[in-house]
């Protein structure tokens, strides 16, 4: 009823949806703030030493591939291989619903499976999951899909 009427409610009524606009297109207050030696930041207040978090993300990536070598049938202290993560070109303009940029490598999944079974052989636990029927045919033990399926990575990882 105010709205291009002279009249004070109508300039408090511009001056409100000016506001509410001009709040809407400006940025909040930092989440993140450095003292001034670098040695400590701020989180939402909070205090976070920087050289203990460098370490606590240390000690989380030392497990992380511990427990991606003993999935993968590595031995533990094996070093997992560098990758150069600026080779892997996306498609980022692609939209495919079921668009995976890694599968246009030709037979990637064969050789993922492939990869997988020699690293079993070579870790001495492919009798554990595969076994030969009475004609000769090969076949998977189901159980122990189903064991490592349902949480050997978090029992690795000592996480319950």
């Given at each position: 009823m105010v709205?291009?009427?002279?009249?004070?409610?109508?300039?408090?009524h511009k001056w409100l949806n000016y506001g509410?606009?001009?709040?809407?297109?400006t940025p909040g207050m930092e989440k993140v703030r450095w003292s001034e030696d670098r040695r400590d930041?701020?989180?939402?207040?909070?205090?976070?030493e920087v050289i203990s978090?460098?370490?606590?993300?240390?000690?989380?990536?030392?497990?992380l591939e511990s427990a991606?070598?003993?999935?993968?049938?590595?031995?533990?202290?094996t070093r997992l291989p560098e990758v150069d993560?600026?080779?892997?070109?996306?498609?980022?303009?692609n939209r495919s619903v079921n668009f995976y940029f890694a599968s246009l490598e030709v037979d990637s999944v064969k050789a993922a499976r492939k990869r997988i079974v020699q690293q079993l052989r070579v870790s001495g636990e492919s009798?554990?999951?595969?076994?030969r029927k009475p004609d000769g045919k090969p076949f998977y033990h189901q159980v122990e899909i189903?064991?490592?399926?349902?949480?050997?990575?978090?029992?690795i990882c000592g996480w319950q």
């Open positions: 709205d291009g009427e002279p009249s004070p409610f109508d300039k408090i509410l606009e001009a709040a809407k297109r930041m701020w989180f939402e207040g909070q205090r976070i978090y460098l370490n606590f993300m240390e000690k989380i990536l030392s497990r991606y070598n003993s999935l993968q049938f590595h031995d533990k202290d993560f600026y080779g892997v070109r996306d498609n980022s303009g009798r554990k999951w595969f076994g189903v064991k490592y399926e349902c949480g050997s990575f978090w029992n």
